[in-house]
């Protein structure tokens, strides 16, 4: 089983309000990722996740907050977002970093902020 | 700095027409170097992971390559479904496993 399962799949929020992407692998996957992927353009890093613990923010605004509560689920927490934050969000996993393994992907959170 | 540039942007082939996406990197040190596509609005899915010159991988219509500079995949006898985005990464020694992406090659096959 090779899969990563994100929700909702797509969301419209305000500049005001405050919500939360899920995330979830039951691959006994040690590391997890946020990546941010605007259209047209490649994924890029926001936050990495090792053993629980955040090991790379990549300077990400503290308007994103990610939470890790198990090695199995990961959250990503958005309030006060602007409208350039729209963008398609994926969560991915891997083995554990620093392992020659590749990362599975989620299907994606499409974000829109109005 | 770590870089990953593909080639060409955008392919057109009809329908059985064989054709190559290039890869070319530049890393401190690789770890591993990933194939992924990506249809539009979905999240990337995985094909190939390639750790060391020489090394190829195959499945499908698809096949993987990679020198100390670059790598390629080569597509054999494509059909329409294999329409998509193909994006190479890069892991760099020392990374928490997280990957540098290219821009992409954007594939589209005509039956």
């Known amino acids: 089983d090779t899969e990563v399962t994100q929700t909702p799949k797509h969301l419209v929020m305000g500049m005001t309000n405050k919500k939360s992407l899920k995330c979830e692998q039951h691959?006994?996957?040690?590391?997890m990722y946020w990546y941010k992927q605007k259209a047209k353009k490649p994924p890029e890093l926001m936050f990495v996740?090792?053993?629980?613990?955040?090991?790379i923010n990549e300077s990400v605004p503290s308007r994103f907050s990610p939470e890790c509560p198990n090695s199995s689920l990961l959250n990503l927490h958005l309030h006060a977002l602007q409208p350039e934050d729209s963008a398609l969000y994926l969560c991915?996993?891997?083995?554990?970093?620093?392992?020659?393994?590749?990362?599975?992907f989620g299907q994606g959170t499409r974000l829109t902020v109005v | 700095e770590d870089q990953v540039t593909q080639s060409p942007e955008a392919l057109r082939l009809q329908e059985g027409e064989s054709s190559s996406l290039n890869c070319s990197y530049t890393?401190?040190?690789?770890?591993?170097l990933f194939w992924y596509r990506q249809d539009p609005g979905k999240g990337p899915e995985f094909l190939f992971t390639?750790?060391?010159a020489g090394e190829e991988k195959e499945k499908e219509r698809l096949k993987a390559t990679l020198t100390k500079k670059e790598s390629f995949l080569h597509i054999t006898a494509p059909k329409p479904e294999d329409s998509a985005t193909y994006l190479c990464?890069?892991?760099?020694?020392?990374?928490?496993?997280?990957?540098?992406f290219g821009k992409g090659t954007k594939l589209s096959v005509k039956p």
């Open positions: 996740y090792s053993y629980e613990k955040l090991s």
């Open positions: 991915a996993s891997s083995q554990g970093p620093g392992l020659n393994t590749e990362a599975f």
């Open positions: 990464a890069v892991q760099a020694l020392g990374s928490q496993g997280n990957l540098i």
């Open positions: 691959m006994g996957h040690r590391a």
């Open positions: 890393v401190s040190g690789l770890r591993g």
């Open positions: 390639l750790y060391s």
